[in-house]
């Protein structure tokens, strides 16, 4: 398998299966000299975490990140993080079920097709507990980039949405409820949604916006590294994302020239922002901002039929706790992956 | 600059300005023993060119390719392939007005704020006139999965939007009108607004969507370069690109599991394809499709306020020929990065 | 820090410093389904381990590596191989008298310069204790490759040579004395040498010979990333190491054409094999075989001046235990790289 | 074909076969704003080029470079930088002697069996007239780093050898005389004897040591990218390279630690040097200095045997013009690649 790293300069691998020993990874290309906050990090962590309220998985993870190098004496030394994220409950799920069977919407079939054996518990590495690694190589960015804000929430559940621009939102607001929503009307329509559709056994998919603010003129390769397609690349490698836009995005693709064009101020700075924040594929020192599709979850506690390594359609039953929408435990995944892609090429910018 | 390199086995690597001496690229990883055609390669190129219909630029390139290595007697040897597309009028437009200037929405600003200077003349590496040589690149990435089929077409234009699924479309009907819409119908009342569009010195984006077909089961790294990102990020390194989605995409959104969830057959195909191909960042062997959203161009035939390199704001209208609708000249572009994307998944699955 | 991975397909990325928590690395694209023999794994452990015999360093490193991820029912996966190896005395040592001194030959000055601050515990990240991960990775690289042979061998310490040709040697002795040198008569000069030289509290070089048999033709790719290349590389990236040369080395510089080209058998094997088994870059199935210089250890129990970080020249005696001869150590670090560049060229191959 | 690529920031891409249409290369990642000075880039490829000297092959090739992209108004614009070399006389050899048959010691076999095809004219892509290419990309290295001064010179022709230190010589006298060695008696011995080898029809390996001065302190990357892995891959990349050693190199493995150890001086420089200018993969600010051995030029103008593709032995005589010693065409080459490697590796620093 190849496709376990990101980036370039600040590159993150990352190893682990959802019930092996551990999951993990190596942050190589992080400066020296940063004060790391713990705290900040394990704050991300918990935003993550199965369990952190009534409308997500009630599995139980932990998820204690343990720093094995890298760091000294509290700051960066500029020598590769390695860290595990010890998986406590690796025994104690029942996985006998998917063993031979391929859960419908699953990578279940197209692993075994593609290495001819699997780590069938919980989904190994298909499992999206490997973003917990993720999480913990962005708080670390974040933190490497301190004048940048990034806030990504929840726009949409479902059939519901909240088509508030950004500008008019709190982003404060956005870890006052467990949706992840900065309205808090909305918020309340979207976890009685999440509720209902938990009831039944189901789960429904949602929308992730985020905004990325203070960020300096010139990050982002042209051609083919542009900022707005390593940050799409960034996204879509997230489990269940189906789409991504920025800017303008599939909106703009209706409008006419005359329109969408973002005229000047005279300190260069635009009096629009369709762009997104982005020209030509670097950053002008605009707001970037864009939109990120989450299916639903594949794993329902409904009766569906799977089939079985033999070629049998089987009835199949989701078995244990389900996360009814993944898009509030997203939230902190989308920020820790556009904090990836920022301080890679904040790092790349450097080089000119 | 970095970011002029794409895929990791399959490798393509361009050059070339605007307005310098020649285009070109450097294709590294192309299999050995594979019998090029030639023609082929010029119709990919002619689908690109400016001038091909009354609807587009009507730019005179002529965009003649010249291989220079990595073919000998007709076959590919395994050596990169060099070829160079001479720029024929690079002397014959004037540009001395955005020598100072900033125009509204290209990367002029963004250029000189990161390097400091750049080559003014026609937008320099910042045109989509380096798509040409990713056309080169796809066409023969194309050759070398001859079983697998690839199809771009125009799904929308501005306002007007072809709704009907793929499926009931004919595909050997995108090349019979200068738009490329399967659906006669809708290519008409396209060609209508763009010839409106153009009389008004605007311009104006549209959707171009793509189907694979025959693709083998096991395309695709998991984590994070599942197949559907680096189609992504492909398609998002376009010029004019503001959003990409796949399967079910951002409607996907709004979906139960219960409905989203794709059942098997026994032989392992899928009753539905919500997941559009691809499960886990695995391709399943069942149809990929996706959208790419394109911007209407920058350059519009009407005066607009630009920036000059003072901090002036003045007035600048655009000269000479303009692309009133950049999609049916996408199209191929499109095809060319998925074509790219698959044949350097095809040799990196081949290393199992 | 950039450099901490080595490889494109078969990829090692290490982490960890001297005595961090835990040293390790993950190992991306090793293909699924193999086998693993962990003891064998654990045996070129023990063979680079300090304190295995009287003759290299008393460091007490049991070096016990444990997987986390990767391995299903005692089987690769294909996913990657996240491992560590606890640092179990990382807090026994004093390094007080090194933390603002710099030892002479050592990296203590240049990490200072590079990264303004340092883990100055036993070298930090400096510390040929990071071969330990590169020996984990090159054991599965062994187990890959079931039918290449590497045998690595010490053939010098100091001003003692083991002349004879590879061809007469037995290379089931190499592990016959704590030397590790295949003649036994060298060996016991050699090791009575280094007793010396310990006694002394100085420490001396050596060379490790690396015969590679049973290699396909066809590995390694033309122009940079040729096959010696890359194992000049791999062996130069060891501590301590100042020299490679393979096939005729350096004696071919003083050569004729008329004396050193290898002329074939009708099979496609040659009568001699002055080019070390590699022509052009790629492998001709003829024995690989190369030569690597190492440099005496820098820690020496002597007094010798060192500076400090004020600009004060101050003298500076080794403490603890010292490692008087890095060769018979080494011996299965060059063939755990040699096993690792291999292993990649084998994996790229595939892809023709 | 991979490997086609040199560099992470500084990136050199390099195409062509000895006898096609041109060879070519695209520089990535060379900042913007440096004002190039042609006419060095002319006199390095000047020093490259065959037929310069009686000593050396007369075939005749202009090797003037195009630069076709990432220069405007003279100075580089950084955007990828693209060259070709234009092969005016690709067809006036015969080169179907060659065409069925594996010379001794050539890269025929070898492609062969790979690729199982090759384009046989010259040797194609096998041919050190790829190294043009390397010059091109080093020129314009050393002119983004004027402080750096880089020196190499022929120190051996055959069995005769330059013992003089570096220090003693005068670097002013390489270009004095056709041999490139330094020391103008040696010069002459060594001239005597290529002229003697080449009446033979014989060829005659040889030596190139090289200098690097002022070099800033910390540039390298430790672990497996340290300075001397790059410099000695990027040596052993050019055709015919036999070994590299720096620094000490194979006489350190003879010596003891408490000879080696470079003591400091309170300046943070070192009173002695055998480090080489390196420690722990990571430059010191002292002088850089290594050697690499070149074997003999494979063909030759006595008649020897070769292998045919059926697997019959038959005599064969080189035709056409010979190289009778490699070397010192070799010596620009090598500071090419030192240039690429430094120029490389000052980028990355720039990123801490």
Redesign the interface.
Known sequence: ??????G??Y?I?????SH???????I??C???IQLDLEAIEFEMSRRKPGQSAIVTQRKEPDAV?????I?EG?T??????F?IPNTNQKSDDYSHIKDN?R????D???D???????YRGG???SAR?TASRVVAGAIAKQMLPEIKINAYVS?V??IHLDTPYQELDFSKIESNPVRCPDEKSAAVMEEYIRD?RK?G??????VSCVIQNVP??LG??????L???L???M??I?AV?????????S?????????????????T?KTN???GI??????GMDIYF?V????????M?T????DNK???TPMTGKGRHDPCVVPRAVPIVEAMAAIVLADFY??????
Chains 1, 2, 3, 4 share one sequence.
């Open positions: 398998m190849a496709g376990n790293s990101y370039t300069l590159k691998t990352t190893f682990g299966e092996g020993e551990a999951l993990g990874g190596i190589d290309g400066p020296s000299g343990q720093f094995l190098s890298g000294f700051k030394t500029g020598t590769p993080i390695g595990i391929y419908p919407s699953h990578a079939y197209v692993y097709q593609k290495y001819g054996f699997r780590d190994g590495r298909s490997e949409s479902g059939p559709i039944q189901d789960t429904v998919g949602g929308v003129v010139g390769e042209p051609v083919f590294d542009k707005h397609a390593e799409g690349k960034a879509l490698s489990n189906k789409g991504f836009e920025y800017g303008s995005g599939f703009g693709s209706e409008m006419k020239g005359s329109q969408h064009n973002d005229l000047y101020n005279p300190d260069g635009t369709l762009s997104g020209q030509g594929g670097i950053s002008n939109r599709a989450f299916k639903p979850v594949a794993t329902i409904q569906q039929d799977s089939l070629g049998n359609i790092l790349i910018n450097k080089t000119y």
